[in-house]
């Protein structure tokens, strides 16, 4: 017995020596010839049509590998899904960062609450983070060394929009309809401070809970307030029931929504027909836009896409928050390593690509914050950009 | 107008909304009733069988009876084929264990929709509009929430007369209260089993065919509705059909009341608030006699 139990006890040590260096040994997540590199988003569930980010930017990634890669290695892209849901954030990044070899960093990543669960985390470890595809003040409240935030902020798209409503528009009587989450609360403040500037107090605020399927109560709160415009932070399926359950109980006002619904042929389709004269933030060019960077992705879409994936712009949005990323990783030179990555990434000044004028520098972790509104027509096919690309001030 | 004089409308979309919830509550007895066991891959047999009709309308250019008629034949055989190829399969099952199984069947029925449609929202077209209405005394009600109401109703009354009136229906609760002597009276309890697995995915597949429309159509559409349908069953006592059908009123109207006159932000808490507050106090449920198996 006594043998059987020392037995044990020396293969135990054995196996804890063999284990000892690769657990002491840091995951970086590059090698001589890869760079592995994260990324979760909602491919099923309720936020599912935020999917396209991940998809957009393997396809960015693919174009990068076909070009021979960066400084001799490769991208190796590890996009999981988890279902918009925090719990399974947490479990997927911790799976990837923990496991050989490791990850270098996360590009993107969909939505407030599964970023926030994670970003401790990943601060903690110093692994670097860009792109988050959310436009959340908690990236940048402290600034955190290793995130780099895109996405311009909620609270911006809400001010633009209010005043866009109120100084342009005429409306006086604004409700807001968010979610009752992270993302929600971000665009609510921001209109809600907006209009304490004009002098004005929202006439309805109603949250909506990720798992309802019935805003009848919600609809009827905002018709019964007398709302002449109302603003929307909500998702795609919350979007369309809203419109739905409007048109039922014959109010109309004047619909304006976050960038997280700008992906107006999709909300068109998925509404039945109903995104028509919608007014919108925007964070990225619009799909059909002219210039030389998405012409060259729109051909590469036309390469790489899978069947029944749409040019829209959440896929491209997947493409626009990590450009940067992939602009850092090749300023970081051949001796890659994370302190290496984002020094570079401090170096990234008035870059442009299909997201408005990006700048990161010492201290400075808000890349992008330009935007612009945009409407639908009656048709709710065709979009016309109302403002410049311009700073929230 | 003022916030009492929403009362009925609040009222009606409460009703509208209980309907589906009803079908799914009655969906879970038809089972319960039968087997004993839950089925929470309800909801998400429902979703595939919208999916079958969304197919058929859509790339098959059926018309829109048609395929309704198609999907809930769908939505029959994959109630049968569950029970077939998995509850059936079960060696020396516990009611536990066949719970289980259906969570399993959940998450592999959910899985594969994922997979064969994806993620991204779709439209449902039908001709039962949800943004047409009528207005009757002030109350607005949508083509669709007549239809859904209408539906649910003329499902209970016919799905009342089958169970309580049909030799089948005695079959499925002589099968429920005892086994043994239901096969010793001569009854194929296997295929009463299977033939209440089946009925049971045509009801929920009628719920799921009505929350299409009036929302978008995807993978976890039917997530909502059949916990609140779950929770109505609960309040009806789990095996009565009137309870069932009460249970579903009570929770949407309960839960429009409370979305448009306390907290919309809780609103999706209230069905669950209902469940804890019946086990509490009646957890027979409101309307159910319990068969007491005697040892």
């Known amino acids: 017995m006594l043998k059987k139990l020392g037995n044990i006890a020396a293969l135990a040590a054995g196996l804890f020596a063999l284990a000892a260096p690769v657990a002491a040994a840091e995951l970086t997540g590059v090698t001589d010839t890869e760079i592995h590199i994260g990324q979760w988003g909602p491919q099923t569930g309720p936020a599912a049509p935020w999917g396209s980010v991940a998809r957009g930017t393997g396809m960015l990634f693919q174009m990068i590998n076909d070009a021979g890669g960066i400084h001799g290695r490769k991208i190796v892209y590890h996009m999981f899904d988890d279902q918009y849901n925090p719990a399974k954030t947490v479990a997927g990044v911790k799976e990837l960062v923990e496991k050989a070899p490791g990850v270098f960093g996360f590009a993107s990543g969909v939505g407030t609450s599964p970023g926030l669960a994670v970003k401790d985390y990943l601060m903690e470890r110093g692994i670097p983070w860009v792109g988050p595809a959310a436009g959340s003040l908690h990236w940048i409240t402290p600034p955190q060394k290793a995130l780099f935030s895109l996405y311009p902020l909620y609270a911006d798209e809400a001010k ?10 005429g409306k006086k009587k604004i409700a807001i309809l968010h979610a009752s989450d992270e993302y929600g609360e971000n665009g609510h403040r921001g209109a809600v401070q907006e209009m304490q500037r004009l002098g004005l107090k929202p006439v ?15 609809v009827l709160l905002l018709k019964e307030s007398g709302a002449d415009a109302v603003l929307m932070w909500v998702n795609p399926t919350h979007a369309v029931i809203t419109l739905k359950t409007a048109a039922a ?34 964070f990225s060019e619009l799909p059909d836009a002219d210039t030389p960077q998405m012409k060259q992705y729109r051909e590469a879409f036309a390469k790489y896409a899978q069947k029944g994936e749409r040019w829209g712009v959440f896929f491209m949005a997947g493409i626009g928050f990590v450009e940067p990323m992939v602009e850092g990783l090749r300023r970081a030179g051949r001796n890659l390593t994370r302190e290496s990555f984002i020094a570079a990434m401090e170096t990234i000044r008035n870059y442009k690509g299909i997201l408005g004028t990006v700048n990161f520098g010492p201290g400075q972790r808000q890349g992008a914050k330009e935007i612009f509104l945009a409407r639908t027509d009656d048709s709710g096919t065709k979009i016309t950009q109302l403002t410049p690309w311009a700073e929230v001030k | 107008m003022s916030a009492l004089g929403s009362l009925p409308q609040v009222l009606f979309s409460g009703i509208a909304a209980g309907s589906v919830y009803a079908l799914i509550a009655l969906a879970m007895v038809t089972i319960y009733r039968t087997t004993e066991v839950l089925n929470f891959a309800q909801g998400d047999m429902a979703m595939m069988s919208t999916y079958v009709a969304l197919a058929l309308l859509v790339a098959g250019g059926l018309p829109f009876f048609g395929a309704l008629l198609l999907a809930l034949v769908f939505a029959a055989a994959l109630g049968a084929f569950a029970e077939f190829a998995l509850l059936r399969r079960a060696k020396e099952p516990s009611v536990l264990g066949l719970i289980i199984i259906t969570l399993g069947l959940e998450m592999i029925v959910f899985g594969f929709a994922s997979w064969k ?3 991204e929202p779709r439209d449902m077209p039908i001709p039962l509009s949800p943004t047409d209405v009528v207005v009757v005394g002030g109350v607005i009600m949508s083509h669709l929430e007549l239809a859904t109401i209408a539906i649910a109703a003329t499902t209970i009354a016919a799905l009342f007369l089958f169970l309580n009136r049909s030799k089948a229906g005695l079959a499925m609760r002589a099968a429920q209260q005892n086994r043994a002597v239901a096969r010793l009276m001569g009854i194929r309890v296997r295929r009463v089993e299977m033939g209440a697995w089946a009925l049971a995915a045509v009801i929920g597949g009628i719920a799921g065919l009505l929350v299409g429309p009036a929302a978008t159509v995807e993978p976890y559409m039917m997530w909502d509705p059949m916990m609140k349908g779950f929770a109505a069953a609960v309040l009806g006592g789990m095996t009565s059909l009137a309870g069932a059908a009460l249970g579903g009123a009570i929770i949407g109207i309960v839960e429009n009341l409370f979305g448009f006159y306390v907290s919309t932000a809780f609103k999706s808490v209230v069905p669950f608030a209902a469940i804890l507050l019946m086990l509490a106090i009646k957890p027979s449920g409101l309307l159910a006699r319990h068969y007491v198996k005697k040892v």
């Open chain 1, 160 to 169: 633009l929009l209010v005043r866009q409503l109120v100084e342009k528009e």
């Open chain 1, 204 to 218: 309805a605020e109603v949250p909506v809970n990720q798992a309802d399927r019935d805003l009848k109560s919600h």
């Open chain 1, 249 to 282: 109980l014959q109010f109309a006002p004047q619909w304006a929504t976050s960038s997280t619904l700008s992906d107006a042929p999709l909300m068109q389709t998925i509404s039945g027909g109903l995104w028509k004269n919608i007014l919108f933030a925007s």
């Open chain 2, 117 to 119: 449609w994806g993620g």
